[in-house]
């Protein structure tokens, strides 16, 4: 039988050195489980309040510093909300420093009281793409027909609409995809891994290696 005795630190008792190796070994730790749950349920409520309720199982995303890295959502949208929504900037009810290069969209508005009356299908969508990250936007709209009578004139007001959607859905995606980058850069740095250790009370040898499966096995060894 050989016993041998090791030196456990905490990470505070560690040299600068050390700190330095024990942060790199544990670099994935904050993020080694849903980090993003928090993330996903932020971006769903702000939808929420202009018009466009999103599917939380249809958000995707990978990142984030490699080619083809990106995200995605699906969502249901309320025309008339959204326009109404963004006129009162109504996002800032739940993110009052966010801003968003939102405007009205620029379409003869003779067309919203036939969204309103339901002539028009208030049913346009926002679309992940199935292959790829981004988004896409579907009017849901093939035939405007009143008492009977088609609205063939309308389909270049309703182009400049699903143009207007389809900005919207951008730049919605663009601020998913830089809020979850900016949570996972801040996860793995070196404060909140510090943190998360000091929290977790992980132990280290002297030279910053994680120790904490010694000690576990030193207190099977003697129950």
């Known amino acids: 039988m050989k016993q041998i005795t090791l030196k456990l630190y905490s990470f505070n008792e560690l040299d600068k050195e050390a700190k330095g190796k ?14 993003w749950y928090d993330e996903f349920e932020d971006f769903i409520e702000l939808c929420s309040r202009i018009g466009i309720a999103v599917i939380k199982d249809k958000i995707k995303f990978r990142g984030f510093y490699s ?57 346009p969508q926002i679309i992940s793409r199935s292959q790829y990250y981004g988004v896409v936007v579907d009017l849901g ?5 009143e008492d009977g009578r088609e609205h063939d004139n309308v389909f270049e007001e309703l182009d400049k609409l699903e143009e207007w959607l389809r900005k ?8 998913l995809y830089t809020t979850l980058e900016k949570q996972y850069d801040f996860l793995c740095s070196d404060t909140a891994i510090k943190e998360s ?24 060894k003697t129950h």
């Not at 709209?141 to 027909?145: C, E, T």
């Open 22 to 35: 024990a942060l790199t070994t544990h670099r994935d730790l904050n993020v080694n489980f849903d980090w």
């Open 67 to 123: 080619q083809g890295d990106g995200s995605g959502f699906s969502a249901k949208v309320d025309i008339l909300k959204l326009i109404t929504a963004i006129e009162n900037q109504s996002w800032k009810d739940y993110a009052p420093l966010q801003e968003f290069p939102f405007t009205a969209p620029d379409i003869d508005r003779r067309v919203l009281p036939l969204l309103a009356k339901d002539i028009l299908p208030n049913e």
């Open 141 to 145: 709209i093939y035939v405007v027909n």
């Open 168 to 175: 919207i859905a951008e730049a919605l995606n663009r601020y």
């Open 197 to 220: 250790i000091l929290n977790m009370e992980y132990l280290f040898t002297a030279d910053g290696r994680s120790a904490n499966y010694l000690e576990q096995l030193t207190k099977r």
